[in-house]
């Protein structure tokens, strides 16, 4: 990164150390007017001030470690469920009918007893066993 674009034009080619004892100001974006409130409101004068604010680094901390936490457990369930749900809706393996151009639609097994049995599942069940067991008779 260029240091550059994050500090004043008068502030350009400092060394670090000029920097970090540079006013807050002296940041790109943060105003007199700004660096006046975070002197009144933190204490905050220098640069190096505004790094070492506590409020500051556990910010940095809590934003950092966001990014690298896992999900819990509640929130792995709710994605499974949503993506079952998805899958339901719109089953990505639904054949195609050919010949009456219409969308046929199994269900899973492991989905048959579901809340409203989803795509009336029992029935196609009690179908399909009522044509087995009159294909046995003839």
Not at 8 to 35: C, I, N
Not at 90 to 96: C, N, Q
Request: proline content about 4%; glycine content about 4%.
């Amino acid at each position: 990164m260029n240091i550059d674009t994050v500090v004043d034009k008068e502030y350009l080619g400092h060394s670090f150390r000029a920097l970090a004892d540079a006013p807050t100001s002296a940041l790109r974006g943060l105003s007199e007017k700004d660096a006046r409130a975070l002197a009144q409101a933190f204490g905050v004068y220098t640069v190096r001030d505004l790094a070492n604010l506590e409020f500051v680094k556990w910010a940095v901390a809590i934003a950092t470690l966001a990014e690298l936490e896992q999900e819990t457990p509640a929130e792995q369930a709710k994605e499974a469920l949503l993506d079952s749900g998805v899958e339901m809706t719109f089953p990505a393996s639904d054949p195609v009918s050919v010949d009456a151009g219409i969308t046929r639609i199994e269900v899973p097994p492991e989905v048959v007893n579901a809340h409203d049995d989803h795509q009336h599942a029992t029935k196609v069940e009690q179908c399909t066993e009522k044509g087995l067991q009159e294909e046995a008779a003839h």
